[in-house]
T-cell receptor, first 111, second 118 residues
């Protein structure tokens, strides 16, 4: 059974702080990893993709991947109240399109 | 350009009726996915289509669910003899196909269809 695990939260951080969201996955062969943001009542929106070990930065977002530990994380710097949402980790099965989504971590950024 | 579109946005149906949900992917995207999201829950994979390959139907919860994709573009998800547990938001997504290489699999979602079975 392929699994993607996330802490459900809620994770509460003050405005301006760094929010750290974590995800572990079971399929060692997976090569692509994605973070989606989902506001309440809306559909998921792709915010980060990462394919290689290490860090990938895009604005206030940094994705970190460690394939040996089967761990991927998302850091949000200078958190804003508008970042309050559920963040979903997504991992396609190795060699295919079937994608498993984690249950999501709810983030609250307090003004 | 235009994103993924879905129709209807909301559907209320009586238990036992059949429903059809439509998805129009981003132009040029060869992969199309259907997911279900129940209230407060995560995304449940249902089915995907990729190019001319046979669809992966492994996520369909029962034989009341079926999907087709005509002409490699528009897809229809059909639920027969709807049950109350079918009530959920049905999400469609599409992506490019790079044969498994980056940046393949980046999925773009439509706004969803909220299905309520009474």
């Amino acid at each position: 059974q392929k699994e993607v695990e996330q802490n459900s939260g809620p994770l509460s951080v003050p405005e301006g702080a760094i929010a750290s969201l974590n995800c572990t996955y079971s399929d060692r062969g997976s090569q692509s990893f994605f973070w989606y943001r989902q506001y309440s009542g809306k559909s998921p929106e792709l915010i980060m993709s990462i394919y290689s070990n290490g860090d990938k930065e895009d604005g206030r977002f940094t994705a970190q991947l460690n394939k040996a530990s089967q761990y991927v994380s998302l850091l949000i710097r200078d958190s804003q109240p508008s970042d309050s949402a559920t963040y979903l980790c997504a991992v396609p099965y190795a060699g295919g399109f079937k994608t498993i989504f984690g249950a999501g971590t709810r983030l609250f950024v307090k003004a | 350009g235009a994103g993924v579109s879905q129709s209807p946005s909301n559907k209320v149906t009586e238990k036992g009726k059949d429903v059809e949900l439509r998805c129009d992917p981003i132009s040029g995207h060869t992969a199309l996915y259907w997911y279900r999201q129940s209230l407060g829950q995560g995304l449940e994979f249902l089915i995907y289509f990729q190019g001319n390959s046979a669809p992966d139907k492994s996520g369909l919860p029962s034989d009341r669910f079926s999907a087709e994709r005509t002409g490699g573009s528009v897809s229809t998800l059909t639920i027969q003899r709807t049950q109350q547990e079918d009530s959920a938001v049905y999400l469609c997504a599409s992506s490019l196909d790079f044969g498994g290489r980056a940046p393949g699999y980046e999925q773009y979602f439509g706004p969803g269809t909220r299905l309520t079975v009474t």
